[in-house]
């Protein structure tokens, strides 16, 4: 049996008073129009005859011409709209409702608020279709839905133009605030000072490619990352797409320096409680989904979102993620991968690690690898904020000591590049860097 729920027709949200308050300013006052064209469109407006007024101021806003009662009668007239708004008549009474104009960018406000509603509940009209046609991908009709309501959100917030004395203002107090902790980075740290000398710690919004050979230790150094930014109260959200659950826990045992990852994997070693119960206290989430779609992604890190305030989002690995399209190539796919992966680390307002495979042209052990050799698509350099590789000394180091892994800060959109060393120590898979580990910061 089908239930079918009716309602009473309402009306769609709108405020014909307040539209009427914001034309007639715009009639009274040639420099109104100048405080609400970057706040109202044409379509916020409701009532038809008043879309075709505004659209006509705009026309003359455009080519620069005087805005007034007659100028704005001439250009309807000339539209062959004159007649359709109810003449030079409704012309005048909309001058006659309004004695002064100080009010208009408060009205203007509310002719946007009823236009967001409006197309809100047109969003969620669509939402309610796309789900009555039963569509068969219910991961991609989650993400247009939260795409929908998301864009309406940004769209509220960032309505307006913002005047560059704004950005200034914002600009000065970062500046000032870097004066007054001279020694505070000014993103995510690392946790490894030889990375956060090139980066000054990774930015929110930003893009992280971290990639090399297999076997190098991108997942190992990737983790460290985030148990470091977890450790500084960051919240972390970890897709792993090539490792379950149970080994990335492993995996951040080990990095608590305590525990071998070997040993606790066969069984042989005893689970140090201690170190287990400061994990538990960090603020991480992992999803072990294998083959994960960028789509499903971004929609559980929304999700995530209102758990937990994360910071970062580590994906290990972008060569094993899917699209769910119907892209020609393999390359066209990962292009579509990064752009999702860049837009959503700046719709979050959060850093994503993305971790890559070099290409086998990236060469033997001791060479650095260049950006080119980033495995199956150009757009990872190209949409990428900082990219960092990995590879290995050329020298066998001595049995049993920790080995040497070069790395470099390859591209930094906004800093500087270079070289840098860490040691990587195999039975705990563990990155350390060669100065005193007190020195590092926590």
């Known amino acids: 049996m089908t239930l079918t729920v009716s309602s009473p027709e309402r009306a769609a949200p709108h405020d014909r008073e307040s539209e009427q308050y914001v034309l007639g300013s715009v009639l009274i006052d040639r420099d109104a129009i100048f405080k609400v064209a970057d706040v109202l469109r044409v379509e916020d407006f409701h009532v038809a005859r008043h879309q075709r007024i505004y659209a006509a101021t705009l026309a003359l806003l455009e080519r620069r011409e005087r805005i007034d009662p007659l100028t704005i009668q001439m250009e309807l007239s000339r539209r062959e709209e004159l007649d359709r708004i109810g003449g030079a008549a409704y012309l005048r009474e909309l001058v006659e409702l309004v004695p002064v104009s100080v009010e208009i960018e408060r009205y203007a406000r509310r002719v946007a608020d009823r236009s967001l509603l409006r197309r809100l509940a047109l969003a969620a009209r669509d939402i309610a279709s796309d789900a009555y046609d039963e569509p068969t991908d219910i991961p991609l009709t989650l993400d247009r839905a939260e795409q929908r309501i998301f864009a309406l959100r940004d769209e509220a917030v960032n309505a307006q133009l913002r005047h560059i004395k704004a950005a200034l203002e914002?600009?000065?107090?970062?500046?000032?605030?870097?004066?007054?902790?001279?020694?505070?980075?000014?993103?995510?740290?690392?946790?490894?000072?030889?990375?956060?000398?090139?980066?000054?710690?990774?930015?929110?919004?930003?893009?992280?490619?971290?990639?090399?050979?297999?076997?190098?230790?991108?997942?190992?150094?990737?983790?460290?990352?985030?148990?470091?930014?977890?450790?500084?109260?960051?919240?972390?959200?970890?897709?792993?797409?090539?490792?379950?659950?149970?080994?990335?826990?492993?995996?951040?045992l080990g990095l608590t320096g305590q525990a071998n990852i070997l040993t606790l994997r066969t069984g042989a070693d005893v689970l140090d409680t201690s170190a287990a119960d400061a994990l538990q206290k960090l603020p991480v989430l992992v999803d072990d989904t294998p083959g994960i779609s960028v789509m499903e992604l971004r929609t559980k890190a929304r999700r995530a979102m209102s758990h937990l305030p994360v910071g970062l989002i580590v994906v290990d690995y972008l060569q094993l993620m899917r699209t769910g399209g119907d892209e020609e190539n393999r390359v066209q796919e990962i292009a579509t991968i990064t752009r999702n992966l860049k837009s959503l680390a700046r719709e979050l307002n959060v850093v994503v690690l993305g971790l890559s495979q070099l290409s086998r042209a990236a060469?033997?052990?001791?060479?650095?690898?260049?950006?080119?050799?980033?495995?199956?698509?150009?757009?990872?350099?190209?949409?990428?904020?900082?990219?960092?590789?990995?590879?290995?000394?050329?020298?066998?180091?001595?049995?049993?000591?920790?080995?040497?892994?070069?790395?470099?800060?390859?591209?930094?959109?906004?800093?500087?590049?270079?070289?840098?060393?860490?040691?990587?120590?195999?039975?705990?898979?563990?990155?350390?860097?060669?100065?005193?580990?007190?020195?590092?910061?926590?």
């Open 170 to 252: 914002a600009n000065y107090q970062q500046i000032s605030d870097r004066l007054d902790h001279p020694y505070e980075l000014s993103g995510i740290s690392s946790g490894f000072r030889e990375i956060d000398l090139y980066t000054e710690g990774f930015t929110r919004g930003d893009l992280v490619v971290l990639a090399s050979r297999p076997s190098v230790g991108k997942t190992s150094l990737s983790l460290a990352l985030a148990y470091n930014a977890a450790r500084q109260g960051t919240g972390v959200l970890v897709f792993s797409l090539e490792m379950d659950v149970k080994q990335i826990v492993t995996r951040f």
């Open 363 to 442: 060469g033997d052990a001791g060479h650095e690898p260049k950006l080119s050799t980033l495995r199956e698509s150009g757009s990872l350099e190209q949409d990428s904020d900082i990219v960092i590789m990995l590879w290995r000394d050329k020298e066998e180091p001595v049995p049993g000591a920790p080995k040497l892994i070069k790395g470099s800060v390859a591209k930094n959109r906004n800093g500087p590049t270079g070289i840098f060393e860490l040691l990587f120590e195999a039975e705990q898979a563990r990155f350390f860097s060669r100065a005193r580990e007190d020195d590092l910061p926590v």
